[in-house]
């Protein structure tokens, strides 16, 4: 059987033979490391990489997934206890359009597939709260295409429309979103929430949704304002904090190409003013070249001489005189004018927006061991200018020269080198680890190869030992036959002879192969004696 084998088959299985107990456990061991090495490194290597197919998916959605892919034998992997599904990314759409064609998964109970249930005899509630569940169902699937929501629930609150009622009630939401994990939604991303529902709502305002995540915190209250991170407050602390962040990286990078980095230090502690004013300003201003909207004139005039005679009519009718002189000449003029003169009129309707600096206080401290070339003072006017510094408003700047601590940094530094030199001892290691593996294997295989020839030479005998064999053979031959000669007829010597002769070969062949140096010592030293 072993010589049906090809010759390359053959060394190694001649090689192998010729080692040590302990030779053949360690090559045995090798063999079995690299296979199974190379199994688990096939099978890494040929896993696919998993693309999500599905999420936010209901129970009976996921059963009846599962179900189809398992019945396709579409490799699957589950995630989120069970609501999100993956398979391989580059059968993700494909498995999609199949799953389509099942009517999968199932969305008939929400979006506006919810109407197309609706008969001829449904009532108008059951239309009204139809179109409702509907318009909930698009909105939340529409919250959850938002890079970072994972899952969205909206609830509407729509009040019916009364005729008869002079005051209709607003429209109200509330939507819950679940995020991603490590991931929170940043204020623009809850405005575009509450303004995507607001549109979507007739006669919803933005001040009318409130939006809250699954852990329960408010992200944007009725007010329409964002409320930055969940803290449940108003936004304020995370909008001042925002701002001091962004005025402290301003200066340290001006004061580190100043002083360098690490020789100074700034902080600064801004007060807001986030109330929301409106002041309204009404202003009138006479301006005499411009004509009179609306103009009176009454004018009475008297000229005359003469007797004044009679007088007013008193009591009874009887004339009273006046007490004027009937000689004197009289004269009596009374003039009336209004006017009314077009103003010019100025309304100012301002609105404050909230943000606005009410105090601002930056402190500057400088390392006195590499600044000490620096004025303090140039240093406080450069802060005061990059930071809008105003002493009418009770700004204040300080700089300080002090020596700094830089142990925790030093040991800080250390530890980092440390690790770093850690880091490379290791992949060091790891590498001097497989190096030494494979050097190992190829030293096994090294070796079997360097013992197999030595065995091939061993078993290659030289002409003269041959030669000196076969005379040896055919001398005992001889021998045999003449002893065979006196007792057992010709042809039957000449079978038997045969036959032994064929034992002989394969016995000696037997030894040459199993003892090649002790064969050829002793042939060594026949042919030596025979000298």
Do not use: C
Not at 65 to 79: C, F, H, N, R, W
Not at 145 to 152: E, L
């Amino acid at each position: 059987m072993i010589d049906r084998l090809p010759a390359p088959v053959r060394k190694v299985i001649d090689g192998f033979k010729a080692f040590t107990p302990g030779q053949k456990s360690v090559t045995i061991f090798a063999v079995l490391a690299l296979a199974i090495g190379g199994y688990f490194f096939a099978t890494w290597a040929a896993k696919p990489t998993y693309g999500t197919l599905f999420n936010n998916l209901s129970t009976k959605d996921a059963s009846a997934i599962v179900d189809s892919l398992q019945k396709s034998g579409t490799p699957y992997e589950l995630a989120n206890n069970g609501q999100t599904i993956m398979v391989p990314q580059d059968q993700v759409y494909s498995v999609r359009l199949q799953l389509a064609g099942e009517s999968l998964p199932g969305e008939s109970d929400t979006g506006y597939s919810l109407l197309d249930k609706q008969g001829v005899t449904t009532s108008d509630f059951m239309q009204h709260v139809g179109y409702q569940r509907a318009l909930e169902g698009e909105l939340a699937n529409t919250i959850k295409s938002i890079d970072g929501v994972q899952g969205a629930t909206v609830h509407l609150v729509i009040p019916q429309k009364d005729v008869f009622a002079d005051d209709q009630k607003k429209p109200t939401a509330s939507v819950l979103i679940t995020e991603k994990a490590n991931d929170q939604l940043s204020n623009q991303q809850v405005q575009s929430v509450v303004h995507l529902v607001a549109s979507s709502v007739e006669g919803l305002q933005p001040d009318q949704v409130t939006l809250a995540d699954a852990n329960g915190r408010m992200l944007s209250t009725g007010n329409g304002a964002a409320i930055g991170a969940g803290n449940g407050g108003d936004g304020s602390d995370d909008q001042t904090v925002t701002f001091q962040n962004r005025l402290n990286s301003s200066l340290q990078t001006m004061l580190d190409a100043v002083v360098g980095p690490g020789n100074a230090k700034v902080t600064t502690n801004a007060a807001l003013d986030f109330d929301q004013t409106e002041t309204k300003k009404e202003s009138y201003q006479a301006d005499p070249s411009l004509p009179a909207l609306a103009e009176s004139i009454s004018r009475e005039a008297y000229n005359g001489s003469g007797t004044s005679t009679g007088g007013v009519l008193g009591p009874d009718n009887i004339q009273v005189p006046n007490g004027a002189s009937g000689n004197g000449n009289g004269q009596y003029e009374n003039t009336a004018t209004t006017r009314n003169n077009a103003l010019n009129k100025t309304i100012e309707d301002r609105k404050s927006a909230p943000g606005t600096i009410k105090r601002l206080g930056v402190a500057v401290l400088l390392n006195s061991k590499t600044a000490g070339l620096v004025n303090p003072a140039d240093i406080q006017k450069l802060v005061s200018a990059a930071a809008g510094v105003d002493a009418t408003r009770g700004d204040t700047v300080a700089v300080s020269a002090m020596p700094f601590d830089t142990s925790a940094a030093d040991q800080a530094k250390q530890d980092a080198l440390a690790q770093a030199a850690a880091e490379k001892t290791s992949q060091q290691m790891s590498m001097l680890k497989t190096g030494g593996l494979v050097a190992i294997v190829l030293f096994l295989l090294l070796a079997v190869w360097w013992r197999g020839r030595r065995a091939k030479k061993r078993k290659a005998l030289t002409a003269a030992e041959l030669a000196h064999l076969e005379a040896m053979q055919a001398a005992l031959e001889q021998q045999r036959l003449a002893e065979l000669n006196a007792v057992i007829p010709a042809p039957a010597i000449e079978a038997v002879a045969n036959e032994q002769l064929e034992e002989r070969q394969r016995e000696i062949e037997k030894m040459v192969e199993q003892q090649p140096d002790e064969i050829a010592a002793l042939l060594r030293g026949w042919l030596g004696a025979g000298r």
